[in-house]
């Protein structure tokens, strides 16, 4: 069973280029959610998906892109990376009242 | 508006000894509440989850957590902390109304260090 995955675990880009970070869950959990991490700032929600075809905003979505064309990937787009964009990116799927279930991250480094 | 505070940055405690990490939310109505653990370079783990009845709840690693509605506190315990313990805390209120219902809110997380 492998839950959910983020690929790639670590990506170094340079600023201005398009990224995209991917992730993958076998549940067939309908809500899909992306935050990134920093220090001093916990976790922030950048999108959320509730199915397929349907996402939403979070607290920091500005600079990034999601798509939601089957329900098992949810990928992410930074659609021209800046200094400020790295952070370690996690993914997570929603079981069922609110328990989320997270991957194991992708650390993202813009240069 | 929904908030979640974890009073402590960095907690170290000797291993054996007690813990107990501070989370306190703000939210009108009864709350969904959720601790998380993360080991260094990992992904969230769930310990524990609070939706209603019995205040104290068990987790896995023999961790359990009080909701006390009078303090708006969901603090988290374990009798005696081993050295696998160290890790990072986050503390999560689930948001229950309006457009995005179901998602989370997190603490700014509470990082335990355990000395030999």
């Known amino acids: 069973d492998a839950g959910i995955t983020q690929s790639p675990r670590y990506k170094i880009t340079e600023t201005g280029r398009q990224v995209t970070l991917m992730c993958h869950q076998t549940?067939?959990?309908?809500?899909m959610f992306w935050y990134r991490q920093d220090l001093g700032h916990g976790l922030r929600l950048i999108y959320y998906?509730?199915?397929?075809?349907?996402?939403d905003k979070g607290e920091v979505s500005d600079g990034y892109v999601v798509s939601r064309s089957k329900t098992e990937n949810f990928p992410l787009t930074l659609e021209s990376a800046t200094r400020s964009q790295t952070s370690v990116y996690f993914c997570a799927s929603r079981k069922d009242r609110h328990e989320q279930y997270f991957g194991p991250g992708t650390r993202l480094t813009v240069t | 508006a929904q908030s979640v505070t974890q009073p402590d940055i960095h907690i170290t405690v000797s291993e054996g000894a007690s813990l107990e990490l501070r989370c306190n939310y703000s939210?009108?109505?009864?709350?969904?509440l959720f601790w998380y653990v993360q080991s260094p370079g990992q992904g969230l783990q769930l310990l524990l989850k609070y939706f209603s009845g019995d205040t104290l709840v068990q987790g896995i690693k023999g961790f359990e957590a009080e909701f006390k509605r009078s303090q708006s506190s969901f603090n988290l315990r374990k009798p005696s902390v081993h050295w696998s313990d160290a890790a990072e805390y986050f503390c999560a209120v689930g948001v229950i109304y309006g457009g995005s219902q179901g998602n989370l809110i997190f603490g700014k997380g509470t990082k335990l260090s355990v000395k030999p």
């Open positions: 939210y009108g109505a009864t709350p969904y």
């Open positions: 998906s509730a199915a397929a075809d349907i996402t």
């Open positions: 549940w067939s959990h309908s809500y």
